[in-house]
């Protein structure tokens, strides 16, 4: 005789299967788009934003300008981004991730077309202000992008990724702008870098699949007010926007004084060999594809750590008079750099659960004030005591991103032996 149906058993029987998660993972139709797209936008930003810093020198020796007053067209671009982009990403909540990242790479490329005709440098300030501008609502809309579209164990590999055409997008920029300046001077190297930006924007246009879970918002000042508040006093958020600020401060420190120091003696190298000096950032590539890896191994705590014990090691490796300890040093600084933003990047957008456009937006900007001030203290400081002065800026900053580091150890661990049951 078979066993009476019980209740339980009905229902179990007549429910209805778990909805499958139609989010993106690797091997699922559309993620290679996406992943090639995002890479393309990444590259392309990344290019755009920094195309002058490689140019610096030839730029101070067009303009009669200081290397603090040349820095300005990488410190107006960078600052201009991290202004806007609270804003830009709002307007991504109402109109759409994938349309703000077009309208934002359209703009950008094409103001990077009127950049080489600047008449002097004020004007090119400007228009580096009016690029960044423009870029601005890019990055929070990709990481927003990114959190709604991709399986959460998919997504710091995603991101990484992006991270990772960020870097070739850096390097490939300094590189082009450097040779083709030593070749035809530094305005037909802007122009390369905005003829390649320009087919990276058509790419990722033609490639990036339409969002499938993303629900458009109304535009509400009060809400969006309401909801950077609640970011702001999130502890952990703002720990994550310091140490992205302090990461990018050292790297914008070095990266925009590192032209002016291998032109002087002793290495007085050429336009062309300086450019190529950025293909270190390859390193970056590695590092912030592997930062998935480095969490999985040694925590998020732990691969921060490793990340900014890497950059210590490499500014202090650099203050070496010999080229190949120079080298090795930018080696260390981008590995651990790009390693360490992406860790931060990521637990952003996974520890913000409401707002993630407005919780990426201000790492953004932090981020990007952080490029701002380090490429400007970074230039001061040299003009005041050398590569030397330049090093303790980044040794500063990353003092900094230890101490908050530790200071989350620290209350994570109280905040579990507060919650801890007490046993008789």
């Not at 310091?242 to 925009?256: D, R, S």
Request: hydrophobic share 55%.
């Amino acid at each position: 005789m078979p066993p009476a149906s019980t209740e339980a058993d009905a229902t179990l029987a007549s429910a209805a299967p778990a909805a499958a998660d139609t989010r993106l993972a690797p091997g699922a139709p559309g993620h290679r788009r996406m992943s090639l797209a995002l890479f393309a936008a990444g590259l392309a930003a990344f290019a755009l934003l920094y195309s002058t810093q490689a140019l610096l020198p030839a730029i101070s020796a067009e303009f009669g300008a200081t290397a603090s007053a040349a820095s300005w067209t990488v410190s107006a671009a960078t600052g201009a981004l991290a202004l806007c982009v609270l804003p830009l990403s709002a307007l991504s909540e109402r109109f759409g991730r994938r349309a703000m990242m077009t309208a934002s790479l359209s703009v950008a490329v094409g103001v990077a077309l009127l950049v080489p005709f600047a008449p002097s440098l004020e004007v090119l300030i400007a228009l580096r202000a009016l690029q960044g501008a423009a870029l601005a609502g890019l990055p929070a809309s990709a990481m927003a992008y990114l959190a709604e579209e991709v399986r959460p164990r998919a997504l710091i590999g995603a991101i990484g990724l992006f991270v990772a055409g960020n870097s070739i997008g850096g390097m490939s920029g300094r590189i082009v702008t450097g040779w083709v300046a030593q070749l035809w001077g530094w305005r037909a190297g802007l122009a390369a870098v905005g003829l390649t930006s320009l087919v990276c924007a058509l790419a990722f246009r033609a490639l990036l699949p339409k969002a499938r879970h993303f629900t458009p918002g109304t535009l509400n000042p009060k809400a969006l007010a309401a909801t950077v508040r609640g970011h702001l006093a999130d502890p952990l958020l703002m720990r994550l926007y310091g140490i992205g600020a302090l990461f990018m401060t050292v790297f914008g420190a070095v990266y925009t004084v590192i032209g002016y120091r291998l032109a002087e003696a002793p290495f007085s190298l050429p336009q062309g060999v300086i450019g190529s000096i950025f293909l270190v950032y390859l390193v970056g590539t590695a590092s912030s594809a592997a930062a998935g890896r480095l969490v999985g191994r040694l925590g998020r705590r732990g691969a921060l750590y490793l990340a900014v014990s890497t950059t210590a090691a490499g500014l202090l490796l650099s203050l070496s008079a010999s080229l190949a300890a120079v080298l090795a040093g930018l080696v260390l600084i981008t590995a651990g750099f790009f390693a360490g933003h992406a860790v931060a990047s990521s637990s952003v957008s996974r520890t913000a659960k409401t707002g993630r456009a407005q919780a990426s937006a201000l790492y953004q900007s932090a981020y990007y004030l952080g490029s701002s001030a380090g490429g400007t203290l970074g230039a001061v400081a040299f003009h005041a005591g050398g590569w030397a002065g330049t090093v303790t800026i980044g040794l500063v900053a990353v003092a900094g991103v230890v101490s908050i580091t530790l200071y989350g150890t620290h209350s994570a661990r109280a905040e579990a032996r507060r919650i801890r049951p007490v046993t008789a």
